[in-house]
């Protein structure tokens, strides 16, 4: 079946340190891939998306390339900051009926 | 509206107690997801709505929890009996179609005592 794989957390860096949260799925055909960000209090809102394979979502710093040949979607940002602070999800959806599913969270903690 | 609506956005019941949930979902949005998600956990899925398709009940954690939606509007997410371990926030979402982003309400933290 469709699933969504992260990197356990939680992750603590420095600010202006670089991020990398892996995420890989498994799913047939050609899915759409999400990121989605959950600060603190708040709730869940899309962060960056890629449609199909080599596209590239970007957004607030915030990078990930759709790779088909690693089935990988890692997030990546080359300074973070204190109110990068948040839980991090990997998410994916499929062209068919189905409903989109979810990775378990990344924390991530950036410190002064 | 403007944004996915949840209410109530709190709710303290005592164990044994029948619950229900309220979902207003953006308008025009075919597909209705309700998620839980416990204190510093993830997201788990409980019920899919895609237009008038038979929802997906796959998540659905025992037969206490039910969920209903009418056409394309309003979803309630009903817990019977509520426990203790049923205390969690209770995520609704919905998007445009099955493949573009979903919009999530800000939540309903329910809490059993």
């Known amino acids: 079946g469709n699933s969504v794989t992260q990197m356990e957390g939680p992750v603590t860096l420095s600010e202006e340190a670089f991020l990398t949260i892996n995420c890989t799925y498994t799913?047939?055909?050609?899915?759409?891939l999400f990121w989605y960000v959950q600060y603190p209090g708040e709730g869940l809102q899309l962060l960056l998306k890629?449609?199909?394979?080599?596209d590239k979502g970007s957004n607030k710093g915030f990078e990930a390339t759709y790779r088909k040949e690693t089935t990988s979607f890692h997030l990546e940002k080359g300074s973070v900051q204190v109110s990068d602070s948040a839980v991090y999800f990997c998410?994916?959806?499929?062209?068919?009926?189905?409903?989109?599913?979810f990775g378990p969270g990344t924390s991530l903690s950036v410190i002064p | 509206g403007a944004g996915v609506s949840q209410s109530p956005s709190n709710k303290v019941t005592e164990k044994g107690k029948d619950v229900e949930l309220r979902c207003d979902p953006i308008?025009?949005?075919?597909?209705l997801y309700w998620y839980r998600q416990r204190l510093g956990q993830g997201l788990e899925f409980l019920i899919y709505?895609?237009?008038?398709?038979?929802?997906?009940k796959s998540g659905l954690p025992s037969d206490r929890f039910s969920a209903e939606r009418t056409g394309e509007s309003v979803s309630t997410l009903t817990i019977q009996r509520t426990q203790q371990e049923d205390s969690a926030v209770y995520l609704c979402?919905?998007?445009?179609?099955?493949?573009?982003?979903?919009?999530f309400g800000q939540g309903t933290r329910l809490t059993v005592v």
């Open positions: 979402a919905s998007s445009f179609s099955r493949n573009t982003e979903a919009f």
């Open positions: 799913a047939t055909g050609y899915p759409s």
């Open positions: 890629a449609t199909k394979a080599d």
């Open positions: 998410a994916l959806g499929k062209t068919s009926y189905d409903k989109v599913i």
């Open positions: 308008s025009g949005h075919t597909a």
């Open positions: 709505f895609q237009g008038n398709s038979a929802p997906d």
